[in-house]
C-alpha cells in the first residue's frame, strides 16, 4: 500500500429537517450538513493498532481487531473499535495509525456526533494506510459517495454490505441518513434521499433570508447509552410490522417501505396487519405519514417558497414524533414550543430522540435575539439541563472533504 506522509478530514455535523426514524425502513428524510463537525488527521503506525487521541477525551485509547471488550458500554472509543473491526473483516489485516481527533460540534446532540466521528477516522485510517488507493477499496465504493455512506452506515449499523457480513456493529439498529447527509449534503441546500437502496431524490435551495437556529436540550442523546433500548425499540418495531406484511401476503419485501409502496391500499392492509398492538399502529402510522407524505410535501412547499406550507408538515411531523413515535423528552418538546412562541416559521426536534436538539426556521436579522432569547426562556424552564445546553445559528453546509495528504478533495468524487 502507498505510504502517505499524513491525512485528514473534516466530516460535518448533520440536522435532520424530516424524517424521523425513516431511514433503516426505506422511507425517505430531508437532511442537510452543518457549518460544525469532527476533524481527523492521521499517519500510519508500524504496528497494526490504531490510536486514537481526541481533544475532548484525557486518555487516548488503542485498538485492535477484536479488542473492543476492553471498552465500557457508552464508550466513544466502540465507534472506532467498530471500524477496526469491520475494515479488518472486508479487507483483511491492515496496518495501523496515529490519530489526532477534535469536534466543535455538541456531543451526544442529535447532530450525530457519533456518526461522524466513524467516518472521519474511517476515511482517515484509509488514507493513512493507502488503504483508499487499492483495488478492493475501489471495487467496494468506487467514487460513489452514496455507496460510502451506506458502507460506512454498514459499519457502524452491524448490517452486511457487499462482502462486509452481520455484526454488532456499535449496537443500534439504524440507518444511514446521517452519513448521507455528511458525505452527500449540498451547500445552502436540503436533500431528499431515500433509502434500501439509498438514492437521492430531490434537493430545494434553503429558503433566502432565513437561518438555521439550533437549541441543544443538555439532555444527552447517546446511542451507545441509556436511550439505545428505546432507540432500538423504535426500529426494531418496523421489522415485526414488516414480518407480519410478508406472513400475510408471502411477499418478500426488503423494507417496510418497500411494503407500504406496493399498492395504493398497502397502507390499510398493513394497518389491519398490527390493529391490536397501539405501538405497532402508531409507529406504523407514523412511519408512513412522516416518510410518504410529510416529507416530500416538505420539499414542494420549499420548492415554490410556502413557508407556511413548509411550517404545516413540521408541526404535524413534531405532534406524530410525541403521540406516536414517543421519542420525545419535556425538554425537546418545550423547544419546539417555545421556539414558537418566539417567533420561528417552523421548529422541530431531530435524530434519534430521547434527548438532543430542536432546529428552528428564524429569520435572519433576527437570529442572533431569537438564539439568546431561546436558551434564556430554556434554561429558566429547566435549570440543570439549561446548564448544559448552547444554541449554534448555521446553514446547511458542505459534505464532508480533505483537509490534508496528498490528494485534493475533489479527486475521484471524494
Known amino acids: 500500500m502507498t505510504s502517505v506522509p499524513e491525512s485528514g478530514w473534516r466530516v460535518p455535523g448533520r440536522v435532520e429537517v424530516l424524517g424521523k426514524h425513516t431511514d433503516y425502513a426505506g422511507g425517505n428524510v430531508l437532511v442537510c450538513a452543518v457549518g460544525r463537525g469532527v476533524r481527523a488527521r492521521g499517519t500510519r503506525r508500524a504496528d497494526r493498532s490504531v490510536v486514537a487521541r481526541s481533544s475532548a477525551y484525557a486518555d487516548p485509547v488503542t485498538l485492535v481487531p477484536g479488542g473492543g471488550d476492553a471498552l465500557p458500554a457508552g464508550h466513544w472509543g466502540r465507534y472506532l473499535q467498530a471500524v477496526v473491526d469491520r475494515f479488518t473483516a472486508v479487507f483483511g489485516p491492515l496496518?495501523?495509525?496515529?490519530?489526532?481527533?477534535?469536534?466543535?460540534?455538541?456531543?451526544?446532540?442529535?447532530?450525530?456526533?457519533?456518526?461522524?466521528?466513524?467516518?472521519?477516522v474511517a476515511l482517515t485510517w484509509a488514507d493513512a494506510i493507502g488503504l483508499s488507493e487499492t483495488a478492493a477499496w475501489v471495487d467496494l465504493v468506487g467514487d460513489d459517495r452514496l455507496r460510502l455512506a451506506s458502507f460506512l452506515a454498514s459499519v457502524e449499523n452491524g448490517r452486511g454490505f457487499g462482502p462486509l457480513g452481520e455484526?454488532?456493529?456499535?449496537?443500534?439498529?439504524?440507518?444511514?441518513?446521517?452519513?448521507?447527509?455528511?458525505?452527500?449534503g449540498r451547500h445552502g441546500e436540503l436533500v431528499e434521499f431515500g433509502f434500501s437502496p439509498t438514492r437521492e431524490h430531490r434537493s430545494v435551495p434553503w429558503p433566502d433570508g432565513w437561518s438555521l437556529v439550533v437549541a441543544t436540550s443538555g439532555v444527552a442523546a447517546e446511542k451507545t447509552g441509556a436511550a439505545q433500548a428505546l432507540y432500538n425499540r423504535a426500529s426494531l418495531a418496523t421489522q415485526e410490522i414488516l414480518e407480519r406484511w410478508k406472513a400475510s401476503t408471502g411477499r418478500e419485501d426488503a423494507t417496510l417501505a418497500d411494503a407500504v409502496r406496493t399498492s395504493p391500499t398497502a397502507p390499510s392492509e398493513l394497518a389491519g396487519l398490527v390493529a391490536r398492538d397501539e405501538f405497532l399502529s402508531h409507529r406504523l402510522e407514523q412511519f408512513v405519514v412522516e416518510s410518504e407524505v410529510l416529507v416530500p410535501a416538505a420539499v414542494d412547499a420549499l420548492a415554490v417558497g410556502d413557508l407556511d406550507a413548509f411550517g404545516s408538515a413540521v408541526t404535524e411531523s413534531q405532534w406524530l414524533a410525541e403521540t406516536h413515535l414517543g421519542n420525545q423528552v419535556p425538554q425537546t418538546s418545550d423547544l419546539v414550543s417555545m421556539a414558537g412562541d418566539l417567533g420561528a416559521k417552523a421548529a422541530s426536534s431531530f435524530g434519534a430522540g430521547f434527548g438532543g436538539s430542536v432546529w428552528a426556521l428564524v429569520e435572519m436579522g433576527a437570529a442572533e435575539a431569537f438564539a439568546a432569547d431561546w436558551l434564556a426562556a430554556y434554561r429558566n424552564r429547566f435549570p440543570a439541563d439549561g446548564s448544559r445546553a448552547s444554541t449554534l445559528i448555521t446553514l446547511p453546509s458542505a459534505p464532508a472533504e480533505r483537509i490534508c495528504g496528498f490528494r485534493d478533495p475533489g479527486e475521484r468524487g471524494l
Open 95 to 120: 496496518d495501523g495509525a496515529d490519530l489526532a481527533l477534535d469536534s466543535d460540534l455538541p456531543l451526544a446532540s442529535g447532530m450525530s456526533s457519533s456518526s461522524a466521528l466513524l467516518v472521519a
Open 167 to 184: 455484526h454488532s456493529g456499535v449496537g443500534t439498529h439504524g440507518g444511514s441518513e446521517d452519513h448521507v447527509a455528511m458525505l452527500c
